[in-house]
Nanobody, 118 residues
Framework: QVQLVQSGGGLVQPGGSLRLSCVAS????????MSWYRQAPGKERELVAL????????NYADSVKGRFTISRDDARNTVYLQMNSLKPEDTAVYYC???????????WGEGTLVTVSL
């Protein structure tokens, strides 16, 4: 059974930093594009950041450009989201996503809550 296990969420003050991690098991991790999505209360889930298979390209939502960095370590089957200069509007449940383009396989993590507040 494929698992994406997330860690690193929590409560942080505005301007602070957090790093999210997502460890994948039972997939050939290097074959997958990895992404982070988030869903704020009352809003739709949105793409935050994506890193391609092999790590050659990344994309970010405009709202997080310059503040968030996505990275991957294929040896550890792990994708990270470094979040700096956090704002209250970054408060959401963050989800890890794995997507294999050739066969359209998609897997989701369980979600982790990030709360940015005084």
């Amino acid at each position: 059974q494929v698992q994406l296990v997330q860690s690193g969420g929590g409560l942080v003050q505005p301007g602070g930093s957090l790093r999210l991690s997502c460890v994948a098991s039972r997939i050939t991790f290097s074959d997958y594009d990895m992404s982070w999505y988030r869903q704020a209360p009352g809003k739709e889930r949105e793409l935050v950041a994506l890193i391609s298979s092999g790590g050659r390209s990344t994309n970010y939502a405009d709202s997080v450009k310059g503040r968030f960095t996505i990275s991957r370590d294929d040896a550890r089957n792990t994708v990270y989201l470094q979040m700096n200069s956090l704002k209250p509007e970054d408060t959401a449940v963050y989800y890890c996503n794995a997507y294999q383009r050739n066969f359209g396989m998609v897997y989701w993590g369980e979600g982790t809550l990030v709360t940015v507040s005084l």
